[in-house]
Every structure is written in structure tokens, then in C-alpha cells.
């Protein structure tokens, strides 16, 4: 990632002296102070979960209760993909999972277009799939949705399309008239 930003001449020159002195160019001083940052932050949390005496049965009890809660929650994701579906056509739903795994971003840059069959789906969902504003809350949301279209698609190939037909020769009928 490359950016600008503005550091006080006196915090740079007490930061570049202590993470490196002159030997080090000013990318490398912040990617080192970045990098000590972060091992402070996972150096403290280890800390403080060291020792702790955790009740195996209650955490389970918990787990448990949370765990209905998220597979819930997949599945209103997952009943969403299957609605999504229903107003995809083919060459849209491939797309969506062969080109854009299966990420909303694509679909709804066309949201507020007139006409797009999917428009009411994603009003319907807004909170819950809108590219601008992610929520990580909808996470397992939108991982329902795509495994709904994923399945979709894995089916359309185990029926058997694009495999020859028994019938092979069977001169199909002109779609023009």
C-alpha cells in the first residue's frame, strides 16, 4: 500500500532515532514501528489470558447457544441466495460465482438501475449485503448466500449439462422457425 502522511518534524526525528537511526529509509522506520505496535498489542493480550481458569462446561454451554444463533443466521443467508437466485438468469448466476465468487459487489453496482430483476432483492437486504457499507455482523449472512448460489451451480453440473447427449445425432429443432 503506498500513501502520504504528515509527521511532525520532532516525533519523526525522536521515532527514526530510536527505530533505526539514519541507517533506515522512512518506509522501513514505519514499517517497523507498525510491526513493534503490534506485537506490544498481541504481547498484552496473551498476558492477560494467561492463567485464567475458564469452566469448560459453561464455555461449551455457551459455545452451544451461540453457535444455533450463527447457523440461523447462515441459513437466512443461505433462504436469501435461494430468492437471489430465483430472479438470476443463468448467465448472471455463472457470473457470480465463477467470475466474482460470488460477491454482492457486482450485482449491486447495477442496484438502482430500472429494470435489474434483482433491485427489490437487494432492498430487501440492503443492510445486510451493501458493498459501501460492510457489516461484519451479516458476515455468515453473505456466506449463506453464497453457498445458496455455489450449490445452485454445483447441481446445474451434476445434472449433467454441457455432457454430450445419449442422443447425439438428434437434429434439434431451428429456433428461428
Known amino acids: ?19 533505526g537511526g539514519k541507517d533506515k529509509n522512512p518506509s522501513q522506520v514505519v514499517q517497523e514501528a507498525l510491526r513493534r505496535r503490534l506485537s506490544e498489542e498481541e504481547a498484552r493480550a496473551s498476558l492477560l489470558a494467561e492463567g485464567i481458569a475458564v469452566d469448560p462446561e459453561r464455555f461449551e454451554v455457551i459455545r452451544s447457544k451461540l453457535l444455533r444463533g ?3 443466521e447462515f441459513e437466512r443467508g443461505y433462504t436469501a441466495g435461494l430468492e437471489l437466485a430465483e430472479v438470476l438468469d443463468f448467465d448472471r448466476l455463472a457470473d457470480m460465482v465463477c467470475y466474482y465468487e460470488c460477491d454482492l459487489a457486482d450485482l449491486a453496482g447495477n442496484w438502482g438501475v430500472e429494470g435489474v430483476p434483482w433491485a427489490q432483492w437487494f432492498d430487501k437486504h440492503h443492510a445486510e449485503v451493501d458493498p459501501d457499507f460492510p457489516d461484519e455482523r451479516f458476515a455468515l449472512f453473505r456466506q449463506g448466500v453464497a453457498r445458496a448460489l455455489q450449490d445452485l451451480w454445483a447441481a446445474l453440473g451434476d445434472s449433467g449439462w454441457g455432457v454430450p447427449s445419449e442422443r447425439a445425432n438428434v437434429t434439434l429443432p431451428n429456433a428461428q422457425g
Open 70 to 72: 450463527a447457523r440461523l
Open 1 to 19: 500500500m503506498k500513501f502520504s502522511v504528515y509527521v511532525p518534524d520532532d516525533l519523526w526525528e525522536a521515532a527514526s532515532h530510536r527505530l
